[in-house]
């Protein structure tokens, strides 16, 4: 059933992904707030198989919880390893300049 769900998801995923307004905004949360920001920074500073193996579970849960799906999809692209490493430098340089 999962598995169902995130091809249904990644067939209507947008083709990049900062066409994914959900996951701007969810940097720019990260920028603004320290605790969210810190979650993030740990989430990301995982080695990319843990990372994957995080998200996954997280979508999962998400799923399970009915969570919004622009929030799933959000989430789901901290498993792309470029993205999560783009994603990283951009909240760490929040946390630098004072987030």
């Known amino acids: ?20 307004q959900s996951f701007i905004r969810l940097l720019r949360v990260a920028c603004e707030d320290k605790t969210i920001n810190s979650q993030l920074e740990r989430l990301l500073s995982f080695p990319d198989e843990k990372r994957q193996a995080m998200v996954h579970n997280w979508i999962t849960d998400l799923v399970i919880g009915g969570a919004p799906k622009d929030f799933v999809a959000a989430i789901a692209c901290l498993s792309d390893d470029s993205i999560a490493e783009k994603a990283y430098e951009v909240i760490f340089n929040c946390k630098q300049r004072g987030a």
């Open 1 to 20: 059933m999962l598995a169902h769900i995130m091809t249904t998801m990644q067939s209507d995923m947008p083709r990049s992904v900062a066409e994914i």
